[in-house]
C-alpha cells in the first residue's frame, strides 16, 4: 500500500478538497468538509477582511481538522487578507487568480503550506518554481473562471502530472467518486470539488441557486466572456445579453458595461436567476439533491470505493 | 471477473477501438489494430464508394479478426457506401454525423452491428431508440467535428451511462493507459482513441501531418468554425484566416467561401499545414513518436493494467 501525497500533506483523511468557491464557501461548509475527512476550504474572494477573521475564527472553533482559506491574487486587499491568516495562524492557502511568485515565498516563509491553482502545465511549473507544494490542475469544464486553452480535465492532468514533481490535485468534471477514480487513474494525486459542494446544505449559495443547479441539465453551461476573462456559467437572460452583444462583435468595454458590478453576488448569493452571473460547472448537470457536506463526502468516497472494486475485476 | 461487454459484441481481446478518422484510416491501420486485439475502424467518410470496397477487401485478407468501417451519415453517395458494405459482408458499422433513424433498423436487418457515435445523452438515446447495439460518447477534447453543447469526456461518459442501457464507448482525449483507465472508472466499456493513430505508422495521414502532431504543444488545438459545424482543429494560418474573419463578425457564406473546399484533404493528406484543415484532439500534445499500431495498442493496455494496479494500492 503506498501512502497519497494529499492525505500526508495536509494531514487530512481522504484526498477530497472542497473549493472555495465565491459566494458559496462559508466556515459552516469548509468545516464541515473537514470534520468528514476531507479539507475543506473558506472562500476569500467573495468576503470583506473583517468577514474573513470572521469566518476563520468560527472554523477553527468548529473543526479539529485542517482546513484551508482560498485566496484570488488579484483581490484589491490582498494584503490584508494575508496578514489576517498570517495572524489567525491559518495553516493552508490555495492561490488563484495571479502570479504565484508573488507571495508564495511569503506565505512558505510562515510555515503555510501554499497550492496555486492553474488551468496549464506551463503555469503548474510557474508555481513549482515559486515554491508551491501542490497545484490544482483545473480543467475546461470547471466553473467560474477558467483557462483560455480550454484543456479538459481529461487532458490536463496527465500534461500537468508529467511537468511537475509536486503532488497535483484535478479539478474541473469531478463530483462523484467514480469521477474521482477518473481522476486518480489519470495521476491526480487528489481531487478538488467545487460545484457538488454548491448545492450542499452548509453552502451560502442562495436557495434558488442550489435549486436552479440540481435542476439544471446536459448542455446548461457555457464557457463565456472570453473577450474579458472567460468563465462557464449557468445560461440565463444576462447570459443572452452577452451573447446577443458578442454576436454583434462587442467590444471590450460594451462587455464590461453588460456585465457591470456585483453579478456574481446579485445571482450565486442574493437569488436572482435571471440577472445575476450564475457560475457553476459541466458536472452540474448530473445532481440530483442537495443535502449535508458530510453525506455528500460520504458519498462520494463509497463510490470510489465501489467503482475501484468494480474495475479490478473487468477481465479482457 | 465480469466479462466486459465490448470485447463480447465485437468478439475482440480488448475493448480498445481505433477510430475511423477521415483521410488517416485506411486498410493498413484498421487490421494492423485488430490483428493487435482491438477493433480497427475503415474511415470510409474521406473514399470514394470503390476506394472504400478496395479497403475493406484488402482488410479482410490482412486480418482474420473483426473490424468495422465507420460512415458519415451525411454523405452524399451513402447509399452507395451501404450497398457496398453489405455485398462485402461488414460486420460492424459505426455511424456518425447524421440521425440514427435514417439507415440503423436497415443495417440490423442484414446482420450488422451498428455503432453511432454522439456528444450528449439526449442523442445518446436516440440511438438506443434506433436500435443501436453501442453509443460512442465523444467529448469536447476530441479532434474533428464535434458537439455544440462543448461537454467534456469527463462529464458527458457518466450522463450517457446513466440514460442508456446499451454499452458505452468513450472517446475524447483518451490516447494512453492511464485515459483508458479514467473513463472505464467513469463508466465507459470500452474507448475509442482517434489522435494516437493519427501518429501511427499505417495511417494515412501525410508524415508532415504525423510530424506535426506529434510536436504539438498543449493549447495547440481549438475548437472553432462554430457558426458551421463546430471541428477542433490544429491552429495554422488557416485557422488565423477562420479567427480574423469571425473577429470581424463574419456571416456564414463569408466563413463558408473561406474554408472552401478540400482543407482537410489539403492538410492531413497532402501534407499542407499552413492551408489545410489539421483535424486533431487535445490529447496530441501528449503524443512524441510515430510507430506501429501494434505497439500503440500494446503500451496503452501495459500502462493500463500498471495504472490499475497502481490505483489498488492507493490506501487513505
Keep these: 500500500m503506498s501512502q497519497n501525497k494529499i492525505t500526508k500533506l495536509f494531514n487530512i483523511q481522504y484526498p477530497l478538497i472542497q473549493a472555495g468557491m465565491l459566494w458559496c464557501a462559508p466556515w459552516e461548509l469548509a468545516s464541515a468538509v473537514s470534520n468528514a475527512g476531507g479539507l475543506g476550504i473558506i472562500g476569500s474572494a467573495s468576503m470583506h477582511p473583517d468577514v474573513l477573521r470572521t469566518h476563520i475564527q468560527k472554523c477553527k472553533k468548529a473543526t479539529q481538522n485542517p482546513f484551508a482559506v482560498n485566496i484570488a491574487l488579484l483581490y484589491p486587499e490582498i494584503e490584508k487578507l494575508i496578514e489576517i491568516m498570517i495572524e489567525e495562524g491559518v495553516g493552508i492557502i490555495f492561490s488563484s487568480a495571479g502570479n504565484p511568485k508573488t507571495f ?79 481522476a486518480m487513474a489519470l495521476g491526480a494525486d487528489g481531487v478538488q470539488i467545487g460545484s457538488r459542494f454548491v448545492t450542499s446544505e452548509e453552502s451560502s449559495a442562495h436557495s434558488n441557486f442550489k435549486n436552479k443547479v440540481i435542476d439544471s441539465k446536459e448542455g446548461d453551461t457555457i464557457l463565456t466572456l472570453k473577450k474579458l476573462t472567460p468563465v462557464r456559467l449557468l445560461k440565463n437572460n444576462f447570459f443572452e445579453m452577452v451573447k446577443a452583444a458578442e454576436e454583434n462583435c462587442a467590444t471590450v468595454d460594451e462587455l464590461k458595461a453588460i456585465l457591470g458590478n456585483k453579478r456574481a453576488k446579485r445571482g450565486m448569493f442574493e437569488g436572482n436567476m435571471e440577472e445575476g452571473e450564475l457560475e457553476i460547472g459541466q458536472v452540474s448537470a448530473q445532481f440530483k439533491d442537495i443535502k449535508p457536506a458530510s453525506e455528500i463526502v460520504k458519498e462520494i468516497m463509497n463510490e470510489f470505493e465501489e467503482a475501484r472494486m468494480e474495475l479490478t475485476k473487468i477481465k479482457f
Design 104 to 182: 508564495t515565498p511569503f506565505l512558505k516563509s510562515h510555515g503555510i503550506k501554499v497550492v496555486h491553482v492553474t488551468s496549464s502545465a506551463k503555469f503548474a511549473l510557474k508555481a513549482e518554481d515559486a515554491g508551491a507544494d501542490a497545484v490544482v490542475a483545473e480543467g475546461f469544464e470547471a466553473g467560474g473562471h477558467n483557462g483560455r486553452e480550454e484543456t479538459t480535465t481529461m487532458c490536463l492532468v496527465p500534461l500537468v502530472k508529467n511537468a511537475v514533481k509536486i503532488p497535483v490535485i484535478a479539478a474541473g468534471g469531478i463530483g462523484s467518486g467514480r469521477s474521482m477514480l477518473a
